[in-house]
Nanobody, 130 residues
């Protein structure tokens, strides 16, 4: 069983950048597909990005249309950490960002649905001012 803890949130002006980190402990990190989700006040939690389980050095990264071209997800299995590099931030990116993990031994793309992830962090606040 894996535990995940997010960090790196904060206040940034529109157009700025932040890098979120999600550190995992327990379990074999490379056996987990990892996702980032976010939830803004009064809105449902939504998919942001995901990166697949990595039986080799080949992995798949996927993004919500709203962040494609601005956000980059990556993972470092040796450090048991997944990152979300966020560039060109917009006020509408303001939300609590959550890291999630799904145990899998099946290759292919990580899921986009929050329901498929079993392990969640507490979240980190990202606020983008206009």
């Amino acid at each position: 069983q894996v535990q995940v803890v997010e960090s790196g949130g904060g206040l940034v002006q529109a157009g700025g950048s932040l890098r979120l980190s999600c550190a995992a402990s327990g379990g074999t990190f490379s056996n987990y597909a990892m996702g980032w989700f976010r939830q803004a006040p009064g809105k449902e939690r939504e998919f942001v990005a995901a990166i697949s389980y990595t039986p080799s050095s080949i992995y798949y990264a996927d993004y919500a249309d709203s962040v494609k071209g601005r956000f980059t997800i990556s993972r470092d299995n040796a450090k048991k950490t997944v990152y979300l590099q966020m560039n060109s931030l917009k006020p509408e990116d303001t939300a609590v960002y959550y890291c999630a993990a799904k145990f899998t031994l099946v290759g292919g793309r990580a899921p986009f649905s929050a329901n498929e992830y079993s392990y969640w962090g507490q979240g980190t606040q990202v606020t983008v001012s206009s």
